[in-house]
């Protein structure tokens, strides 16, 4: 008899379990029903679904295409030239970290139709699939750019014939990740006021009838989605990691930075690189034409928070929210980070296990948040444990997916050598696989930065009631429109702050290692 895939036998595994859990109503009194019921639902419901389906997956695929298109245009740019890259690091950081949930009514007001959900859609993309480029670029072995340009080659005959082919591997991963986060941008700008139809929108109106069967029908629609946009650019990165492989470990890469600028152009760049986003922010402004009661600029932002009479309030409000939602943030962030290390490693120590686990890994990174927390409200309530819950979930599984593409990338023959010696698996890794893939690692933190921070407030908006994302909703109730756009800029301020710190921490341990960084 045919062996049964190690994949298919998990997840029939995994589905009898929740088949009988939620039949006999194990958890939490039904709050997870039968994936038979749910699949009976979601028949009933079929005349609801085709219009919401079409909404989301137009509005994600345009904006996946127009993000991703950027993306790898501006990742060619910053890695071709790292002075660019500095100079446009807040804008990057800032395009990001923009809480979608802040931005979106502002955007349904400015612009029509699913231009609202297609720009976040493509926010949503950009910043992940541009970090993979630049890195994917940077991390080129530079003995065969070397080889090309000593027979003639320009730069842009290096870029196309060495660093894109070395770098597919990595945008690919990228992509990955991106998939899930297009629909997830477009179902939080639907759920955010954008349009009748939408998977986002049809979530928000069936929130209150206490129909847990209908919800998690909507949210495995929506990880459908997600799913099969991951799988997809998951295959064609298994194929091009195959065709690109490194023989040898690429130990001519140069530092980074090798040229200090003087003091004087530092400090010109420093200017530039602060007050782009905010020259950036008041031009969007100026441009759309948005109200002036509606937008506030970023002297507008200050005044409110500062000089306005209800400044006071406004503080007290914003440090209340901000010490509720700070703690919960770096301890999610560093139980996520710290989970997909252990996972990563466990990719080559335990591979069967990490098979096993991985359906279970893949319905958390693909299920949008705002559909996946209304279930988990049902399930662990509305307390911390949730908070930290969603937190985990959004960032591992990034990190993850980052960390085990570097492990992989890391050649088969300097992993041969230490073993030759008598070393063990462990010993190995702890030697090679490790300190090779420490820039994948880095990256992993700067990308979970801004999503530990998005993941916590969704969960104060959804659920909790407390912390920044429950000061943002109690905001648009209010129609303050001065403390959204403060609550935003804070968030992204935060994320850049926090980004820095990984940079510079980054840049002196890869120095020290003689690795070159990519910032």
Same mark, same amino acid.
């Given at each position: ?53 079409? &909404? ?35 804008? $990057? ?20 139709? !699913? ?14 699939? !541009? ?46 990740? #991106? ?26 109106? %069936? ?57 004087? @152009? ?8 602060? %007050? ?20 506030k600029t970023p002297f507008g932002v200050i005044d409110y928070l500062l000089f306005a009479k209800t400044a006071p309030v406004a503080q007290? @409000? ?16 560093? &139980? ?86 008598? #070393? %063990? ?21 700067? =990308? ?14 959804? #659920? ?8 943002? $909703? ?23 702050? =926090? ?15 003689? !690795?070159?960084?990519?910032?």
């Amino acid at each position: 008899m045919a062996r049964v895939p190690t994949g298919l036998r998990n997840f029939a595994i995994l589905l009898l379990i929740w088949e009988i859990a939620g039949r006999m109503d194990l958890v939490a009194s039904g709050a997870l029903p039968g994936f038979s019921e749910i699949l009976i639902r979601l028949w009933e419901d079929r005349a609801d679904y085709p219009r919401h389906i079409w &909404a989301t997956l137009y509005a994600s695929g345009v904006g996946f295409l127009i993000g991703n298109a950027i993306a790898l245009i501006a990742g060619v740019a910053f890695a071709m030239s790292p002075t660019l890259l500095r100079i446009f690091r807040g804008v $990057n950081i800032a395009v990001f970290a923009l809480p979608p949930i802040a931005i979106a009514p502002i955007l349904v007001l400015t612009l029509s139709d !699913m231009a609202p959900r297609i720009v976040l859609a493509a926010l949503a993309v950009y910043f992940v699939t !541009m970090t993979a480029t630049v890195i994917g670029i940077s991390q080129s072995d530079n003995r065969a750019s070397d080889l090309v340009k000593a027979y003639g080659g320009s730069r842009w005959r290096i870029l196309w014939l060495v660093q894109l082919r070395s770098a597919l591997p990595t945008i690919t991963t990228g992509f990955q990740i #991106a998939a899930p986060n297009a629909v997830l941008g477009a179902i939080l700008a639907e759920f955010g006021g954008g349009g009748r139809w939408g998977l986002g929108t049809y979530l928000l109106g %069936s929130l209150g009838r206490g129909e847990p069967d209908r919800l998690w029908g909507i949210g495995l629609i929506a990880t459908a989605i997600a799913g099969l946009g991951y799988l997809f650019f998951a295959l064609i990165s298994r194929r091009l990691l195959g065709a690109t492989r490194a023989v040898t470990l690429n130990t001519a890469t140069p530092l980074g930075d090798a040229v200090s600028a003087s003091p004087f @152009k530092r400090v010109l760049m420093l200017m530039g690189i602060v %007050s782009l986003p905010f020259l950036l922010w008041w031009a969007f402004i100026v441009l759309t034409g948005v109200p002036a009661m509606i937008a506030k600029t970023p002297f507008g932002v200050i005044d409110y928070l500062l000089f306005a009479k209800t400044a006071p309030v406004a503080q007290e @409000k914003l440090l209340q929210a901000l010490s509720e939602t700070l703690p919960i943030t770096f301890a999610g962030m560093a &139980a996520g980070i710290g989970f997909a290390f252990l996972l990563a490693i466990s990719t080559r120590l335990f591979p069967n296990a990490i098979r096993a686990f991985m359906p279970v890994a893949l319905v958390t990174q693909t299920m949008p948040l705002v559909a996946l927390t209304p279930l988990l409200v049902l399930i662990f309530g509305r307390g911390t444990s949730l908070t930290l819950w969603v937190t985990i979930s959004v960032t591992f599984f990034p990190a993850f997916v980052t960390l085990a593409q570097g492990i992989a990338l890391v050649p088969r023959s300097a992993q041969d050598l230490p073993r030759a010696y008598g #070393a %063990s698996a462990w010993q190995e890794m702890r030697i090679v696989t490790i300190p090779a893939s420490l820039p994948y690692l880095f990256a992993a933190t700067r =990308l979970t930065v801004p999503r530990a921070l998005l993941g916590v407030m969704i969960a104060e908006w959804l #659920a909790t009631g407390r912390g920044l994302g429950n000061l943002l $909703n109690q905001s648009r109730g209010y129609l303050d429109f001065g403390m959204i756009w403060t609550v935003a800029f804070v968030s992204v301020l935060l994320s850049v702050v =926090l980004y820095q710190l990984v940079v510079a921490i980054e840049r002196k341990v890869l120095r020290r290692l003689g !690795m070159q960084t990519a910032e």
